[in-house]
C-alpha cells in the first residue's frame, strides 16, 4: 500500500524549533517570531537589533548591531554579524535555521556549513543580492564581484531547503541567478500587517490629527526614511504648487542619511502647508497612518524587482488611497492598478504628482473607491493572520521533507 507525501509527514514531529538569523529583527519579524511562539515553535533569533521592548517566549542572541551610516562601516558590521551567524549555527547546527538575507553576506556560507556540519536551512529573501549593489554604483554590473557574488547566491538557492521572497518580481530575478536545468522552487509570500493594529479611524478620534492641527484638511503622507534613493524634493516641490488648495496638505514623516538635509530644504520653503516630523514612536503609528487621506510610496528604479516597500501594506490596511512614485512596471504599480486603489506617478514628475493629488482631492468617486478598495485587499490578501498562517504552514512543509 502506497503511502501519500502528506500522510508521511503526518507521521513526524512538526516544527518544534528554529533558529533564526537576522541583523535587524524589524516589528515583521517579531511578529513572524510571535506567531510561530504560539504555534507551539521554540525559537531563537540572533539579531544586533531587536525592535521590540521584549520578546517573550522567544531566545535574543545578541549579534552585531547594523551601522547604517558610511559604506565601510555598514561592510564591516555585515561581516563581523555573518562570522557571528557562522558561529552560531555551528553550534546550533541540529535545530533548522531561517536566515533572512539581512545582512546578505550571510546567505552565502551556508552551502559550505550544510556539506560540512549538516545545517539545514531555509532562505528569507527581503533584497536581492548582487543586483541591489550594483543598480546603487557600489559595484560594477556585471564585473568579478557580481558575477562571483550571483554564482554563490545559486548555490545558496538550491541548497535551501525552502526559498521564500515577498514579490513575483523579486522571485524572477533570484531566478536569473540560476542556470538553465536547475531545480528551485521560489515561493512569495507577501508582506503582512496587522489589520487590527492598522486600521482606519475617524479624523474626530485621532490624537495625531488634533496635535498637529490636521482636522478638515486633507492630508497626503509619506512616511519612512529619508534616503539617498528617496525622491523627496519632488513631493517638496509638489506642495509648492499647491499652495491655491488651502485645505491640501502635505505631512513627512521620517529619518535618515537626508534627514538633515530635508529639513534645511523645507526651512528654506517655508511652506505653511508643508510638515515636517522626525519618526514616530510605534504606538503612534495607527494615528499617524490614519490621519492620512492618501499615501506616497515611493520606489526608485534602482530598486525596481528587487524590493517591495512594506509601507505599502501599511497605507492599505490605514485606509489611505495610494500614491505610487514608481517606474511603470513594478510591482508597486501592478499592484495599484490590480486592485484599484491609488494612482501611478512616475519618479521626479512633479506636475504628476500635483494632477494625482489634485484628482483624488477633486474626485469623491476615484478617492473612495481607492480607499475602499485598498482596506479590504489589505483584510482580504495581506493581513497578518491570513498571510503567517500561510508562511508557517510553509516552513512545515519545509521541517517535514527535511527530516529530523
Known amino acids: 500500500m502506497s503511502v501519500s507525501h502528506d500522510n508521511v509527514c503526518s507521521l513526524r514531529p512538526r516544527l518544534s524549533r528554529l533558529l533564526v538569523v537576522n541583523q535587524v529583527a524589524g516589528p515583521l519579524m517579531v511578529e513572524l517570531l510571535a506567531d510561530l511562539r504560539d504555534r507551539g515553535v521554540s525559537c531563537r533569533v540572533l539579531a544586533g537589533q531587536v525592535e521590540a521592548k521584549d520578546l517573550p517566549g522567544v531566545e535574543v542572541l545578541s549579534g552585531k548591531r547594523l551601522v547604517k551610516h558610511g559604506a565601510l562601516q555598514r561592510m564591516w558590521s555585515w561581516g563581523v554579524f555573518t562570522l557571528q551567524a557562522i558561529r552560531t549555527m555551528i553550534r546550533l547546527r541540529r535545530e533548522p535555521v531561517l536566515v533572512v538575507t539581512n545582512p546578505p553576506l550571510t546567505m552565502l556560507a551556508l552551502p559550505l556549513l ?61 531566478r536569473g541567478h540560476l542556470r538553465p536545468g536547475d531545480v528551485c522552487e521560489i515561493r512569495v509570500v507577501p508582506t503582512w500587517v496587522d489589520t487590527d493594529f492598522i486600521r ?125 512614485i514608481s517606474p511603470p512596471g513594478t510591482e508597486l504599480v501592478d499592484l495599484v492598478e490590480e486592485l484599484g486603489c491609488g494612482l501611478h506617478v512616475r519618479p521626479r514628475d512633479v506636475e504628476g504628482l500635483v494632477e494625482a493629488i489634485r484628482k483624488l482631492h477633486d474626485d469623491p468617486m476615484v478617492f473612495r473607491k481607492a480607499r475602499r478598495r485598498g ?24 521541517s517535514c521533507r527535511a527530516g529530523p
Open 114 to 174: 550544510a556539506r560540512l556540519f549538516g545545517v539545514r536551512y531555509a532562505l528569507l529573501v527581503y533584497d536581492v543580492y548582487p543586483d541591489v549593489m550594483e543598480r546603487m554604483g557600489l559595484i560594477r554590473r556585471g564585473g568579478l564581484v557580481a558575477r562571483l557574488w550571483r554564482a554563490l547566491s545559486r548555490r545558496s538557492l538550491l541548497g535551501a531547503g525552502a526559498v521564500i521572497t515577498i514579490g513575483r518580481q523579486m522571485a524572477e530575478t533570484l
Open 375 to 398: 482596506r479590504e485587499m489589505a483584510e482580504m490578501r495581506f493581513s497578518s493572520r491570513r498571510v503567517l498562517n500561510g508562511f508557517a504552514g510553509l516552513l512545515e512543509r519545509w
Open 200 to 324: 482606519p479611524l475617524d479624523k474626530g478620534e485621532n490624537p495625531f490629527v488634533r496635535e498637529h492641527g490636521l482636522a478638515g484638511k486633507f492630508v497626503v503622507l509619506y512616511s519612512g526614511s529619508f534616503g539617498a534613493t528617496h525622491d523627496i524634493e519632488t513631493i517638496v516641490e509638489a506642495a509648492g504648487r499647491l499652495t491655491d488648495v488651502p485645505d491640501v496638505r502635505i505631512v513627512l514623516i521620517g529619518g535618515g542619511t537626508r534627514w538633515a538635509e530635508l529639513r534645511d530644504l523645507v526651512a528654506r520653503r517655508r511652506l505653511a502647508n508643508l510638515t515636517l516630523l522626525p519618526f514616530q514612536p510605534r504606538e503612534v503609528l495607527p494615528y499617524s497612518l490614519a490621519a492620512a487621506d492618501c499615501q506616497i510610496v515611493a520606489l526608485d528604479e534602482a530598486y525596481a524587482g528587487i524590493s517591495v516597500p512594506s509601507k505599502t501594506y501599511y497605507a492599505l490596511a490605514a485606509g489611505s488611497a495610494l500614491l505610487a
